[in-house]
């Protein structure tokens, strides 16, 4: 499913316009990225939690030349999904 498709979709579903559905999602997406950006994680209860986690540094190998190169340590965000979730797909 396409950002459009589920505009679409939220749009039908709540009956409001295409616009105000996009608007909606995209300050979702906004609140989202604020709160990883601070180091805060989002939970909706039944979906998952959103979430940072730190990476190490490491030691890896360039593919083409096998050549060893250095990766910084970096935050990742992450996802965990609820039950709800999971039941749904299983």
């Known amino acids: 499913m396409t950002k459009q498709e589920l505009v679409a979709k939220m749009a039908e579903d709540a009956g409001v316009s295409k616009k105000a559905a996009e608007d909606a ?3 979702f997406v ?3 990225k604020g709160a ?3 180091g805060d994680s989002v939970s909706l209860v ?3 939690t ?3 986690s730190q990476r190490s540094a490491r030691t890896g190998r360039n593919p ?3 050549a060893e190169i250095k990766i910084p ?3 990742v965000p992450t996802f965990k999904a609820g039950k709800g979730l999971k039941d749904a797909v299983a």
């Open 64 to 66: 083409q030349t096998g």
């Open 36 to 38: 990883l950006g601070k």
């Open 50 to 52: 959103f979430g940072v």
């Open 30 to 32: 906004d609140a989202v």
């Open 73 to 75: 340590a970096r935050k």
């Open 46 to 48: 039944g979906f998952g």
């Open 25 to 27: 999602l995209n300050s």
